[in-house]
């Protein structure tokens, strides 16, 4: 993520998306190959998914997103597909927790996520908190993240953060 700039196609979801949506069970547990699992990321919700999305790619979501299991796979196989960032009404706090150890962006905007349609393109500005829905020039405001937890996302997750400076950012 460079700049906290990130613009890609809008893929609409639902409400509670579970981490099995995300990425099935029965594949969790055969591999820890990202490259494999991301091949069958949503396939049980929207098949083909995978062989579609492109690098930069948004997903926009309702309430709940990431509910269930806590296993990082789930926000691991997005990021692997190229999703820049999950706008969502809500997120489910492990999913939440996983996806910003990870270095995946989410933002909570359920304003954006009511008048953001499948195939829109959409802006995130991550340092401004701020969502904009080119296709329809529409500007939302959403909570910027504090400033420790851009640091952790602008080097790929807190695991990266960590190997490179030694410790944590605050």
Same mark, same amino acid.
């Given at each position: 993520m460079s700049e906290g700039l990130l613009k890609g196609r809008a893929w609409k979801f639902g409400d509670s998306v579970s981490t099995d949506d995300i990425i099935a069970g029965r594949y969790k547990f055969k591999t820890l190959n990202m490259k494999e699992l991301a091949k069958h990321a949503m396939e049980n919700i929207r098949p083909g998914f995978a062989d579609q999305v492109k690098p930069g790619d948004i997903m926009v979501a309702g309430?709940?997103?990431?509910?269930?299991?806590?296993?990082?796979?789930a926000p691991r196989?997005?990021?692997?597909?190229?999703?820049?960032?999950?706008?969502? *009404?809500? /997120?489910? @706090?492990?999913f939440y927790r996983n996806?910003?150890?990870?270095?995946?962006?989410?933002i909570e905007c359920p304003e954006a996520v009511d008048r953001i349609d499948e195939g829109d393109e959409v802006e995130v500005i991550l340092d401004e908190g701020v969502v904009r829905n080119l296709s329809k020039k529409l500007e939302f405001k959403a909570k910027p993240y504090p400033d420790f937890l851009l640091k952790i996302l602008r080097e790929g997750g807190l695991i990266k953060?960590? *190997?490179? /400076?030694? @410790?944590?950012p605050w």
């Open positions: 309430w709940n997103f990431g509910c269930g299991s806590s296993r990082e796979q196989v997005l990021k692997e597909l190229g999703i820049s960032c999950i706008i969502a *009404k809500s /997120f489910a @706090r492990i996806s910003i150890t990870i270095g995946l962006p989410l953060y960590v *190997k490179k /400076f030694g @410790r944590l």
